[in-house]
């Protein structure tokens, strides 16, 4: 069984800075798709960004040149460097792995709480 574990979330103030990380039971390169979403009180999940196998990234406009995913193959790590923070990003943010193969099988972590407040 697959499993994501998110770390890193915490409180921030306004401007601040947080690395998210999440780490996989399995090898990242397994997964076609790895990225994070984030779903706050009330609104739908929606996403934040994603990596694929190839390195290739892709980001909300929101969060364009503010957050940076990255993957690390060797440590079986996926992490989201999340900068010039705003009250906002506050969410639940979730880490994401897709494997596509006769269809697409998603697995999600359980999330972990960003706060941005003064």
């Known amino acids: 069984q697959v499993q994501l574990v998110e770390s890193g979330g915490g409180l921030v103030q306004p401007g601040g800075s947080l690395r998210l990380s999440c780490a996989a039971s399995?090898?990242?390169?397994?997964?076609?798709?790895m990225g994070w979403y984030r779903q706050a009180p009330g609104k739908e999940r929606e996403l934040v960004a994603t990596?694929?196998?190839?390195?290739?990234?892709n980001y909300a406009d929101f969060v364009k040149g503010r957050f940076t995913i990255s993957r690390d193959n060797a440590k079986n790590t996926v992490c989201l460097q999340m900068d010039s923070l705003k009250p906002e990003d506050t969410a639940v943010y979730y880490c994401?792995?897709?494997?596509?193969?006769?269809?697409?099988?998603?697995?999600w972590g359980q999330g972990t709480q960003v706060t941005v407040s003064s």
């Open positions: 990596i694929t196998s190839g390195g290739g990234t």
């Open positions: 994401n792995g897709a494997i596509i193969f006769y269809g697409t099988h998603n697995y």
């Open positions: 399995r090898s990242i390169s397994s997964f076609n798709v």
